[in-house]
């Protein structure tokens, strides 16, 4: 059946903003640490404290791989260490760092064949939006290749369905098919077979002019 990709909006886990969706990803993932991923945010701090975070409220252990930069990503141990837990979870940030990090390095091949063999790959608010298929850039608004671990669909975190416009014009690039829109706080869980669950406030766009459809409680396919 394979394993999940998990979306997360955005939201500060150390309030609890992001409990109920973190909550939903867990039921669907195996014994073991999580191994988060720093790239996108670079800092050593994070990781610490997403720790503590999910020690305090969930019971789960943390094993956070090392992956600052485009070198980290490239070594083997990297990969193998994230691949040995059931889930991987990548931190925001901004997204052109994680891919700068991860696209087409061995450590960003592991996530993918995580879900592929049954494991999670989780991502919150930049680092969500890096696993589609487009990402806009922080350099001068240019639209990035991301991670395609949801290929052609491009992904808005911290979404607001009233202004939509950064959606839409993602939808209007090459190879994207649609576009996602997560709130703060909601959840995108999509199965490798296609099936998908959602958790709060997520909107599907099949195209740049079209209506914004919620994606409520769960279907069979996307």
Same mark, same amino acid.
């Given at each position: 059946?394979?394993?999940?990709?998990?979306?997360?909006?955005?939201?500060?886990?150390?309030?609890?903003?992001?409990?109920?969706?973190?909550?939903?990803?867990?039921?669907?993932?195996?014994?073991?640490?999580?191994? $988060?991923?720093?790239?996108?945010?670079?800092?050593? !701090?994070?990781? #610490?404290? $997403?720790?503590?975070?999910?020690?305090?409220? $969930?019971?789960? &252990?943390?094993?956070?791989?090392?992956?600052?930069?485009?070198? !980290?990503?490239?070594?083997?141990?990297?990969?193998?260490?994230?691949?040995?837990?059931?889930?991987?979870?990548?931190?925001?940030?901004?997204?052109?760092?994680?891919?700068?990090?991860?696209?087409?390095?061995?450590?960003?091949?592991?996530?993918?064949?995580?879900? #592929? &063999?049954?494991?999670?790959?989780?991502?919150?608010?930049?680092?969500?939006?890096?696993?589609?298929?487009?990402?806009?850039?922080?350099?001068?608004?240019?639209?990035?290749?991301?991670?395609?671990?949801?290929?052609?669909?491009?992904?808005?975190?911290?979404? !607001?369905?009233?202004?939509?416009?950064?959606?839409?014009?993602?939808?209007?690039?090459?190879?994207?098919?649609?576009?996602?829109?997560?709130?703060?706080?909601?959840?995108?869980?999509?199965?490798?077979?296609?099936?998908?669950?959602?958790?709060?406030?997520? $909107?599907?766009? &099949?195209?740049?002019?079209? !209506?914004?459809?919620?994606?409520?409680?769960?279907?069979? #396919?996307?």
């Amino acid at each position: 059946m394979g394993g999940w990709l998990a979306l997360i909006g955005g939201g500060e886990v150390s309030l609890g903003e992001t409990a109920e969706a973190d909550r939903g990803w867990l039921e669907q993932c195996g014994e073991g640490p999580v191994g $988060f991923v720093p790239a996108a945010s670079g800092s050593i !701090d994070y990781g #610490r404290h $997403f720790a503590a975070y999910l020690e305090e409220t $969930f019971g789960r &252990a943390v094993e956070v791989i090392p992956i600052y930069r485009e070198g !980290d990503g490239r070594r083997a141990r990297n990969a193998e260490r994230s691949a040995a837990c059931p889930a991987g979870y990548l931190g925001g940030g901004v997204a052109d760092q994680l891919l700068d990090a991860l696209a087409g390095a061995p450590a960003g091949e592991a996530l993918a064949e995580k879900i #592929r &063999a049954g494991g999670v790959v989780v991502a919150i608010a930049a680092a969500a939006q890096a696993c589609g298929a487009a990402v806009r850039s922080i350099s001068g608004g240019r639209v990035l290749a991301g991670l395609g671990l949801l290929p052609g669909v491009a992904i808005e975190t911290n979404f !607001d369905p009233a202004h939509d416009r950064r959606l839409r014009q993602l939808v209007a690039h090459p190879g994207v098919e649609r576009g996602i829109g997560i709130a703060a706080g909601a959840l995108l869980l999509v199965g490798a077979d296609g099936r998908f669950e959602s958790q709060g406030d997520v $909107f599907a766009l &099949a195209g740049p002019e079209a !209506d914004l459809v919620p994606l409520v409680g769960e279907a069979e #396919r996307t």
